[in-house]
């Protein structure tokens, strides 16, 4: 299994989170079924203040760029992907690759 971790900056309004906060409580099931679909097991979003965190574990094979090229590519991704922008600190038409930033790990018990 492979694991990544991101980074992502929200908009700093109580009322953009909360509905961000509220969206991904009930995120559409052709986006679950798209995250599993390309080898992704398990993703787990955190949030403190403004920023998110993301945890996402792949099957052994996963390749990042390839495996998120055709993500973006499955049954409403793109709508999903403009639907949260609003709330990100991002430019809107940026990719989701271009909004969440990979982190280093730089510490493993």
Not at 60 to 81: G, I, V
Request: negative net charge.
């Amino acid at each position: 299994m492979k694991r990544y971790c991101q980074t992502l900056q929200l908009k700093n309004d109580p009322e953009l989170i909360a509905q961000y906060i509220e969206a991904h409580r009930n995120v559409w099931s052709e986006i679950k079924a798209g995250i599993r679909e390309v080898g992704i097991v398990d993703m787990q979003i955190y949030i403190h203040g403004c920023t998110l965190f993301m945890i996402v574990d792949t099957v052994d094979d996963f390749d990042w760029e390839r495996d998120n090229a055709r993500l973006a590519t499955l049954p409403r991704q793109a709508e999903w992907e403009a639907f949260v922008s609003r709330f990100q600190q991002a430019l809107p038409e940026a990719s989701s690759a271009e909004k969440w930033q990979l982190m280093e790990r730089i510490f493993k018990l």
